[in-house]
C-alpha cells in the first residue's frame, strides 16, 4: 500500500509538471497564431481575387486534391527524380512532360499536380 501511494504521489507531481508545461505551449502557439493571423488574412484575400480567374474545373480539382494531400499541397515540384509529395519515383519520360509545360500532369501515386521547380 506505501508503495502504491508513493506511485500515485509520483505520478501526481509528474502530471502537475505536465500541465504546466501544457500551459506555457499553449500560449507560445496562440502567440504564434496571432502574430501569423493578419499575414493570413491577407493571404487568404490574395487568393480569393485570384481565384476568380482560374476555370472552374480546375480550381474545384486543385481543392480536392489539396484537401486529400497530407501535407495541404497540391502542387509539388519534380525532387531527385521524385514526386515532392509522396517521394514516389517519376519515370524520365513523365519528367519530360512535365518540363514541357503543355498540360496539367499530376502524380500517378498521390495526385498532386507535379510541377519543374522553375515554374
Ligand atoms: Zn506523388
Known amino acids: 500500500m506505501k508503495a502504491k501511494q508513493e506511485a500515485v504521489a509520483n505520478s501526481q507531481a509528474f502530471l502537475e509538471e505536465r500541465k504546466s508545461d ?39 480539382a486543385f481543392k480536392r486534391i489539396r484537401k486529400n494531400a497530407r501535407n495541404g499541397l497540391a502542387v509539388v515540384t519534380v525532387e531527385r527524380d521524385a514526386c515532392g509529395g509522396c517521394f514516389n519515383k517519376i519515370p524520365p519520360q513523365r519528367q519530360l512532360d512535365i518540363q514541357s509545360r503543355k498540360k496539367v500532369i499530376v502524380c500517378e501515386y498521390c495526385g498532386r499536380i507535379l510541377v519543374d521547380s522553375e515554374l
Not at 500551459?23 to 502557439?29: R, T
Not at 496562440?30 to 474545373?57: G, P, Q, W
Open 22 to 60: 501544457l500551459e506555457s505551449k499553449k500560449k507560445e502557439l496562440d502567440n504564434i497564431v496571432s502574430d501569423t493571423k493578419e499575414d493570413e488574412e491577407k493571404l487568404k484575400k490574395k487568393a480569393k481575387d485570384i481565384e476568380k480567374d482560374i476555370d472552374d474545373r480546375l480550381l474545384t
